[in-house]
């Protein structure tokens, strides 16, 4: 599992290990860790040109000590210092290791700030060394300047790209864009929920021996989709694997029906049911010959193109008393499952309506939304997006990071919903099923693109072949 934790938890933790250790030895770690990651996106140090971006906090420091192991390795490596209050052991240690340290009043940021010059190539790394956790956005204006002296060279933030919300993941004003970020001792929210997570590029973690509380938020890795999926066991029969139903789709909208349907028919439960008008009834059989009609399930699927049914097939869903996905056009019915064991699975637009917010709004603070929605309904909710969100109270985020922007296609929310049916129909609970759905869904998304379009069948097809590839 990959873990990110707040800025409180992580001063906690290193309270207690600097208690432990000498004085230092914790800096000395991250800066190390930082080096080596510049080393090795620099193929190298020698004859490199590195430039580091220098802050008032330990953040800064790091920054400086990581300069001082490249200046070592035969990089030349200048500094430029963005406050009077720079680490000064860091400063004396990159002294001595030979690189140059520029002190305020800066050249080329003031000279930047007048727009009197362009922008300087001839470094290879910048190092972002601005803030750090304890950093609150936007950048000031003399780092902002600093940044746009030397717009275009590839940058690595340390512990976070500079100037963005750490906890949130929101953004507030000008903020370092990284190509790649060294994270310390666990991932920070920042790195995973968008719109920040767009800006931290590839996240490298450094472990510095950090001893950790439950995070905040969580992105399920293979072995943990794994350890977590419906493998069936060798007496396994249809009835013990689970039944998934699915109400979705109208006359006006066959094609949500069959691609709910489709979603729900990836194999992990043991039967689908599928409920609708009787025209459309035949069109998802003929697609999906194993689909049966009306009876017992252990969970349903409700609302994607149900349009003015939506209502109705939720009532009749609930009466069944089983877990439920409510997708689509059943959203706007989500207070009849207030506390009900569900998944809500609204994408930006539809969580606004539900909450009577902007979408812009849920766009920019998703996290904030999210965990909003999953308090006022009292259940499980899935926000869907580039990193589709999962929150249950009480519990972790869960985030996911598979998937990619050719996802973004009509209907593959309706797959979605499918899956994650199966999965509560197969016995996961609603925060598990809907954060191991949102995981198949993007992997399969990646494995039936290769790199090209994909239409929301193909990713419904895909789906099989994702699982075969998990561990065992
Ligand atoms: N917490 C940990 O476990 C560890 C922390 N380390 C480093 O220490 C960093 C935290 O250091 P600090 O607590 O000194 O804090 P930071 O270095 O993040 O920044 C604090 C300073 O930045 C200034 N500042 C705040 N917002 C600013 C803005 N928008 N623009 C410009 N300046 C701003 C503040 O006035 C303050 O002086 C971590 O991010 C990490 O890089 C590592 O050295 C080792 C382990
Ligand atoms: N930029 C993106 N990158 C990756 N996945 C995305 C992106 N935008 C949307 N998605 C995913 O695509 C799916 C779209 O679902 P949805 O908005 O319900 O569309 P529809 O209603 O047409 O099915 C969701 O699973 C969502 O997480
Ligand atoms: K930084």
Same mark, same amino acid.
């Given at each position: ?15 207690? $290990? $600097? ?6 030895? $914790? ?15 620099? /193929? /190298? ?175 399920l890795?293979p072995?943990d989709v794994a350890?977590l999926l419906p ?32 979603g729900a028919?990836c194999g992990l439960? /043991? ?42 097939? $939720? ?73 589709s ?11 996911t990071t598979t998937g990619?922007?050719?996802l973004?296609?009509?209907?593959a929310?309706?797959v979605l919903?499918g899956v994650i049916g199966a999965l509560?129909?197969a016995?996961l609970?609603?925060?598990d099923a809907a954060s191991v759905g949102s995981w198949l869904h993007g992997a399969a998304a990646t494995l039936a ?10 990713v419904a097809?895909a789906l099989p072949g994702v699982i075969a590839t998990l561990?065992?």
């Amino acid at each position: 599992m990959l873990r990110a934790h707040t800025v409180e938890q992580v001063r906690a933790a290193e309270a207690t $290990l $600097l208690a432990a250790l000498p004085e230092g030895a $914790l800096m000395q770690r991250a800066a190390h860790g930082l080096a080596y990651a510049v080393l090795d996106l620099l /193929g /190298g140090g020698y004859g490199r040109r590195v430039l580091l971006l220098v802050g008032s906090g330990d953040n800064g420091g790091d920054a400086l000590y990581a300069g001082a192991v490249l200046a070592r390795r035969g990089a030349y490596v200048e500094a430029w210092l963005l406050s009077d209050r720079a680490h000064q052991d860091g400063v004396a240690a990159l002294r001595e290791a030979g690189g140059r340290v520029i002190d305020p009043p800066l050249v080329e940021v003031r000279r930047a700030q007048r727009g009197a010059s362009k922008p300087r190539r001839d470094f290879d790394v910048v190092v972002d060394g601005i803030v750090g956790i304890g950093g609150r956005p936007p950048l000031r204006p003399d780092a902002a300047a600093a940044l746009d002296a030397v717009a275009g060279v590839p940058v690595v933030a340390v512990d976070i790209p500079s100037g963005v919300d750490v906890d949130t993941g929101e953004l507030a004003g000008s903020h370092v864009t990284a190509d790649v970020t060294v994270t310390f001792g666990t991932h920070k929210v920042a790195q995973l929920v968008d719109p920040a997570a767009q800006h931290s590029g590839v996240v490298h973690l450094v472990d510095i021996g950090l001893d950790l509380p439950e995070p905040a938020l969580e992105a399920l890795q293979p072995a943990d989709v794994a350890a977590l999926l419906p493998w069936p066991d060798p007496q396994a029969h249809k009835y013990t694997r689970g039944v998934v139903g699915v109400r979705a789709g109208s006359a006006t909208y066959p094609g949500a029906a069959l691609l709910s349907v489709a979603g729900a028919d990836c194999g992990l439960a /043991g039967m689908v049911r599928y409920v609708g008008d009787p025209a459309v009834v035949d069109r998802v059989r003929e697609a999906h010959p194993d689909v049966v009609g009306d009876g017992r399930v252990q969970a349903w699927v409700v609302g994607s193109g149900s349009d003015s049914g939506a209502e109705e097939a $939720l009532q009749a869903a609930l009466a069944d008393e089983v877990p439920l996905v409510v997708d689509a056009d059943a959203l706007e019915f989500a207070d009849l499952v207030t506390g009900l064991p569900a998944v809500l699975t609204p994408h930006a637009g539809e969580l606004a309506t539900m909450l009577g917010e902007d979408r812009v709004d849920v766009e920019a603070r998703p996290l904030h939304h999210v965990r909003a929605a999953a308090d006022v309904y009292g259940t499980t909710v899935l926000l869907k997006g580039r990193h589709s969100l999962v929150a249950e109270p009480g519990r972790p985020v869960r985030v996911t990071t598979t998937g990619i922007p050719w996802l973004a296609t009509a209907g593959a929310g309706d797959v979605l919903g499918g899956v994650i049916g199966a999965l509560l129909a197969a016995g996961l609970t609603p925060y598990d099923a809907a954060s191991v759905g949102s995981w198949l869904h993007g992997a399969a998304a990646t494995l039936a693109s290769r790199g090209g379009p994909i239409v929301a069948t193909d990713v419904a097809r895909a789906l099989p072949g994702v699982i075969a590839t998990l561990p065992a």
